[in-house]
């Protein structure tokens, strides 16, 4: 899409868009097409739009993007199934300086990709732009479970986390990767996250290791020496899944995502391994003592009644909603199988090449 001349700060070559879209999807037209809806009313004055059709089962993705959206989103197949894998598909079609991602069930605020993008232009030391995240409905009760235990939301005060000047109040820093932001809302420099590999194709929904590649990402563009943004400015509305089982996948799947990320992180970046070392008993009481407040606080709920809950993880009114202790045995079974995942799926993926540099 054409439009003025992309800010000072950014480094697309000539006739390049000052910003890239990717959407990594699989078979999920319906939220596809209102996500694109979203990000085609975007106010940002020069972006593409580039769809990444994951191990498709069906000709439906690409159907619908050809019919509907034509010339305004770019239509690409990415064989080997993996959200990492189909990232980095994305990365190496994009042509814009900035990479910013979103997930297909998402919709995206008018304003969301003007204010995601404008830290890299105001500072060339940023890597990593964030944003919020919000529920676009909260229907069930599998909906307003985890968005009364935090969701995907970091808050609402924007913060800048530098690796030059490690922020006191995270001792485990930059290893609490979840405190930074979500994949459904982040943006990268192209040239840093191309430089860091990019996504580690072993991580992610649809690999054993079942997610962490935003949060390897994170700590990737981080330990190069990069800024990370984090602005609440930039709002997604997320369309959280509806039922118990999707939220046990879920939470099995956070914890395995967790470890399987700090896997990566040492298989990939091995200097690595003595900062991690040194933190991993304060970071290993850490998730011990998320998943005992959450039974915690389910004891005070069933124990003195509806009002005893205060100030769970995000605080978002958790009154009425605790968290049940087989979400939490789960989230902690997934991060027993987390390391074993990654190992899986990375030698699944062993030989496959970056998509920027296959000949």
């Not at 300086?97 to 297909?104: C, E, G, N, Y």
């Not at 479970?145 to 995270?170: C, I, M, Q, V």
């Amino acid at each position: 899409m054409a439009g003025p001349a992309a800010p000072e700060g950014y480094a697309g070559g000539p006739g390049a868009p000052g910003v890239s879209v990717v959407v990594a999807t699989r078979e999920r037209p319906g939220p596809l097409g209102r996500a694109l809806d979203s990000l085609l009313a975007q106010d940002h004055p020069d972006f593409e739009v580039v769809v990444v059709d994951n191990a498709p089962l069906t000709g439906a993705t690409r159907e619908l993007v050809e019919r509907k959206y034509g010339e305004r989103v770019r239509y690409v197949h990415e064989p080997v199934p993996g959200l990492a894998v189909a990232h980095n598909r994305g990365v190496a079609a994009a042509e814009g300086a900035v990479l910013a991602f979103t997930d297909d069930d998402v919709v995206a605020d008018p304003h969301w990709l003007t204010a995601l993008t404008a830290p890299f232009a105001e500072d060339p030391r940023i890597g990593c732009v964030t944003g919020l995240i919000l529920p676009a409905r909260l229907g069930t009760p599998a909906q307003v479970l985890l968005e009364s235990h935090g969701g995907f939301a970091k808050g609402f005060a924007p913060r800048t986390y530098d690796p030059a000047r490690p922020p006191a109040d995270e001792p485990l820093f930059p290893f609490t990767a979840g405190r930074f932001g979500s994949g459904a809302n982040m943006a990268f420099r192209a040239g840093a996250l191309r430089a860091a590999g990019g996504f580690d194709p072993a991580t992610g929904t649809g690999t054993a290791a079942r997610g962490g590649d935003d949060l390897y990402a994170f700590v990737r563009i981080l330990t190069d020496g990069h800024r990370l943004r984090y602005t609440p400015d930039a709002l997604v509305w997320h369309h959280h899944r509806e039922t118990e089982h999707d939220l046990r996948s879920q939470a099995f799947g956070y914890g395995a995502g967790l470890t399987a990320y700090l896997t990566a992180l040492v298989a990939r970046r091995p200097g690595l391994l003595p900062a991690l070392l040194a933190r991993l008993p304060r970071g290993l009481a850490h998730a011990r003592s998320m998943t005992a407040h959450r039974d915690a606080v389910q004891g005070a709920v069933q124990g003195e009644g509806r009002g005893a809950v205060q100030g769970v993880p995000g605080e978002h009114g958790a009154g009425g909603h605790p968290w049940p202790r087989s979400l939490s045995r789960l989230e902690r079974r997934g991060m027993l199988a987390g390391p074993l995942g990654y190992v899986r799926a990375r030698h699944r993926v062993r030989r496959l090449p970056l998509p920027w540099e296959e000949r």
